[in-house]
């Protein structure tokens, strides 16, 4: 099984819709993070999280919103989706460290359109 | 504010061919880590490596080898004898505690490796 799970691979929603994207994750890691990715671009940060009850913004947190339920658990959602939402969503964990010196270990990937 | 670039958006080669990938980072942290990632046409962000700013020694991994030089903030990366399967877009990025320990990516190269 993957050490980082995301749910679904693959989604085609409407505009307007409210949509969620979940991610698991089994190596323990306290830091979860999403990221958006257009194509041609790199890795946008959506939002992050250090532990349980530390959430914070990325660059790109509007329209979004996340809730970690538990070490394991981050979830995204698009309260009201819209086309320009249309990306590939990654969901990323890292271990504690110090100043950023963990890698990041992703997810698979969810490929969302919105129509 | 941190920033890490990317300037070959695009590089095509032929097989067995030996290409390098630049980045350049900018950070007024002492103390940063640098990370190189792959992503495969397949889609899913896997981590290749990490380098500590105290320690400016290369690296080589098989047909992987990373150069890293404080003076001109760079960190490069050279990929010997290149396979199709080296196929994938290279994500540069930089970790450090004035980021609050999140990583800045870049915007990636794109590498093709024609048979």
């Known amino acids: 099984d993957a050490d980082v799970t995301q749910t679904p691979r693959n989604r085609i929603t409407k505009t307007g819709k409210r949509i969620m994207l979940e991610c698991s994750q089994t190596?323990?890691?306290?830091?979860m993070y999403w990221y958006r990715q257009d194509p041609g671009l790199g890795l946008q940060l959506i939002y992050y999280?250090?532990?349980?009850?530390?959430?914070n913004k990325g660059e790109i947190s509007d329209g979004y919103s996340v809730s970690r339920q538990a070490q394991a658990k981050f979830s995204l959602s698009l309260e009201s989706a819209i086309p320009n939402q249309t990306a590939l969503y990654f969901c990323?964990?890292?271990?504690?460290?110090?100043?950023?010196?963990?890698?990041?270990?992703f997810g698979d990937g969810t490929r969302l359109s919105i129509l | 504010a941190q920033k890490v670039t990317q300037a070959q958006t695009e590089i095509s080669v032929v097989e067995k061919e030996d290409v390098t990938l630049d980045c350049v980072y900018e950070?007024?942290?002492?103390?940063?880590?640098l990370f190189w990632y792959k992503q495969p046409p397949s889609g899913e962000l896997v981590f290749l490596i990490r380098?500590?700013?105290?320690?400016?020694q290369n690296e080589i991994s098989g047909r992987y080898s990373w150069n890293f030089q404080k003076s001109t903030s760079s960190f490069n990366f050279t990929i010997t004898a290149s396979q199709v399967v080296d196929s994938a877009v290279y994500f540069c990025a930089l970790g450090s505690r004035a980021n609050a320990g999140k990583s800045t990516f870049g915007d990636g190269t794109t590498l093709t490796v024609k048979p």
């Open positions: 950070t007024r942290d002492t103390t940063y880590y």
């Open positions: 990323a964990t890292s271990d504690l460290g110090q100043g950023g010196n963990q890698p990041q270990h």
């Open positions: 999280s250090f532990d349980v009850k530390d959430i």
């Open positions: 380098r500590n700013s105290f320690d400016e």
């Open positions: 190596k323990g890691h306290d830091r």
